[in-house]
């Protein structure tokens, strides 16, 4: 509780109704105006839904399961987050990125309607992560909690009733899910579950594997699992996000690689907030094709 008293408020800003990272909003020319490449791989998906899980399996497809090669440099400069501006020396995601050699890995979390045009004007493969809204939510919550760059969380009530009514940075789950999910019509968008990779993920890893037109052996595509596990990720210095100063990242609040389960909200949720969820979930969901898992 300490820790949290002293941090300093975070600026938040708005695009077309969105709430974002005040830093995101101050640069948003360079970001909306972002030149994305044919050859160029985007991941995408709401905050917390196991994006950073799919940057590892996506470069260790590319690097064709080479886990020396994956650990050349941290994931979020390998894949860098194009609207993100990080705290100094780090630079900025699209900086990074205009540096980088093709073919280039990028990751967003922006609702579909803020996506830079140039990724469907040189029509980019995105793999888009979705997890269920009640276990995004209470990641979401305890990544609040430990990240200096979002703002501090007030209670878990507070926090739940700013995520069901979208008032949390990159805006409502509902939303993102929804638009990104509508755009598989026109767009190459492979849609991975993060339900389905806990599941079976040499199941999921083979799906992305294929849509980046790659094939591997099966002795490789069990290398590429075992080191994306929860435990692997969990150790490596590259992926656990220990790179990052405390007094960005405290880990000793929430480590970043938390939990990595499903149905952690029913640790979280009251059974009124539980009701309260899923009215609202059936209200805004109704209609739009999708089916979450909240537990296995
Ligand atoms: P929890 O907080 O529920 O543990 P993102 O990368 O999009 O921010 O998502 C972070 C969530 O993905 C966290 O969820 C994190 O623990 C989980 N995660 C990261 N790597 C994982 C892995 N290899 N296997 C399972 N979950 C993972």
């Avoid at 890995?105 to 979705?130: D, G």
């Avoid at 210095?237 to 220990?242: A, E, K, L, V």
């Amino acid at each position: 509780m300490a820790q949290e008293a002293q941090r300093i408020p975070v600026a938040m800003g708005h695009i077309e109704g969105v709430p974002l990272l005040g830093s995101t909003c101050d640069a948003w020319d360079s970001i909306y105006n972002f030149q994305a490449r044919g050859d160029d791989i985007l991941i995408t998906g709401f905050p917390k839904s196991g994006t950073t899980w799919m940057q590892e399996i996506v470069d260790l497809i590319l690097q064709e399961g080479d886990a020396q090669k994956g650990r050349r440099a941290p994931t979020y400069i390998k894949v860098p987050c194009i609207e993100l501006i990080p705290p100094k020396p780090r630079p900025i995601g699209v900086e990074l990125a205009q540096t980088m050699k093709s073919p280039r890995v990028l990751k967003t979390h922006l609702p579909i309607n803020l996506l830079p045009p140039s990724f469907w004007e040189k029509n980019v493969k995105a793999v888009y992560v979705a997890r269920n809204a009640k276990d995004c939510m209470v990641s979401y919550y305890y990544f609040h909690k430990m990240n200096k760059m979002l703002p501090p969380p007030r209670n878990l009530e507070n926090f739940f009733s700013a995520f069901l009514s979208g008032d949390v940075p990159w805006g409502s789950w509902f939303d993102h899910v929804i638009g990104w999910w509508k755009a598989m019509d026109k767009h190459q968008i492979l849609f991975i579950f993060y339900e389905d990779m806990i599941e079976d993920p040499m199941r999921e890893i083979r799906k992305v594997m294929k849509f980046l037109g790659k094939d591997l052996s099966d002795e490789v595509l069990e290398n590429i699992k075992y080191h994306t596990s929860f435990q692997a990720m969990k150790e490596n210095p590259m992926t656990n996000f220990s790179t990052v100063p405390n007094a960005v990242l405290e880990q000793t609040i929430s480590p970043f690689i938390r939990k990595g389960t499903v149905g952690d909200w029913r640790n979280h949720f009251t059974v009124a907030q539980n009701i309260i969820f899923d009215e609202e979930y059936k209200k805004k969901m109704e209609g739009s094709g999708l089916n979450f898992r909240t537990e296995l």
